[in-house]
Nanobody, 125 residues
């Protein structure tokens, strides 16, 4: 199983980025995808998750600014990040979960089965 993130970078406050995550090596129909992040000195935080029917869930800190979506083949998930703030600076990880396909919600990191290596997002003026 492999999850590969891309799209990270440096942006000024108020800017936008789109992260992508491409999965391989597992049955996409059995899993749902989510995004987590870990800022320096902080714990890993759930950001967004998308159910198998396309229902999206978000952490309160990103509601109205971030949007999760998936490709038609469900092997790719995206995170559109708008109006970025310095506190959004973190390593962003995509992850795959079977549990949350049924239960829904962003969940905890322990609810996820597979993880990518991460992509860095830095928001600074």
């Amino acid at each position: 199983v492999q999850l590969v993130e891309s799209g990270g970078g440096s942006v000024q406050p108020g800017g936008s980025l789109v992260l992508s995550c491409e999965g391989s090596g597992y049955n996409y129909s059995d899993y749902c995808m989510g995004w987590f992040r870990r800022g320096q000195g902080k714990e890993r935080e759930g950001v967004a998750q998308i159910d198998s029917d396309g229902t999206a869930h978000y952490a309160d800190s990103v509601k109205g600014r971030f949007a999760i979506s998936q490709g038609n083949a469900k092997d790719t998930v995206y995170l559109q990040m708008n109006n970025l703030k310095p506190e959004d600076t973190a390593m962003y990880y995509c992850a795959a979960t079977r549990l949350l396909c049924l239960r829904g919600g962003v969940g905890a990191s322990t609810d996820y089965d597979y993880w990518g290596q991460g992509t860095q997002v830095t928001v600074s003026s």
